[in-house]
């Protein structure tokens, strides 16, 4: 059975190129063209991997992860952008989107074909064992994702757009 992936792009041509690419790589693709949408599509099937878009009108990309956490605590999740400048890595962006959502990876737009799918598969492919444990650690410490800290989360790393 194909791993299931919901992507979740505002711009119609990237979401329809995500999704051509990962449809040829054997993914099975349900697109979403906002966060609302996603949240949605979330609260009625579940998804081995969530790629999303940070910025997007209404609801972005990290207060979207947080939200879809509370409904699907193990979901892997990529988290994509085409507006973070020179000023800070993208291991950095990665480092503070982990911290305040849990983001298993970030990846700068434009993103080729072959990155996004390998990410997934590298995702696809980690031990989910260490995942409950680190759930129910996390859990035990109440340091889950919250609405408050993916919004703190989503506001510095929106200081880094390019203007």
Same mark, same amino acid.
């Given at each position: 059975? &194909? ?7 505002? %711009? &119609? ?7 051509? =690419? ?9 697109? @979403? ?29 990290? %207060? ?5 956490? !509370? ?5 892997? @999740? ?9 000023t800070i890595t993208e291991k950095e962006v990665a480092k503070r989107l982990r911290e305040s959502v849990e983001a298993d990876h970030f990846l @700068?737009?434009?993103?080729? =074909? ?13 031990? &989910?064992?260490?995942?409950?444990? %680190? ?14 800290? @993916? ?10 757009? !390019?203007?």
């Open positions: 059975m &194909p791993h299931r992936v919901l992507i979740v792009d505002d %711009e &119609p041509r990237v979401l329809s190129a995500m999704g051509r =690419c990962l449809r040829l790589n054997g993914f099975q693709i349900t697109p @979403a063209r906002s966060g609302k949408e996603a949240l949605l599509i979330c609260e009625e099937h579940s998804f081995d991997v969530l790629v999303l878009d940070f910025i997007m009108p209404g609801l972005d990309g990290v %207060e979207l992860l947080a939200r879809i956490r !509370k409904l699907r605590p193990l979901i892997r @999740a990529v988290i994509l952008s085409g507006q973070i400048d020179d @700068a737009k434009p993103v080729s =074909c072959d990155t996004l799918v390998n990410t997934i598969t590298n995702l696809l492919a980690a031990d &989910p064992s260490s995942d409950w444990q %680190e759930l129910a650690r996390r859990m035990v410490q109440g340091k889950t994702s919250s609405i408050k800290a @993916a919004k703190t989360a989503a506001s510095e790393l929106k200081k880094f757009r !390019k203007k």
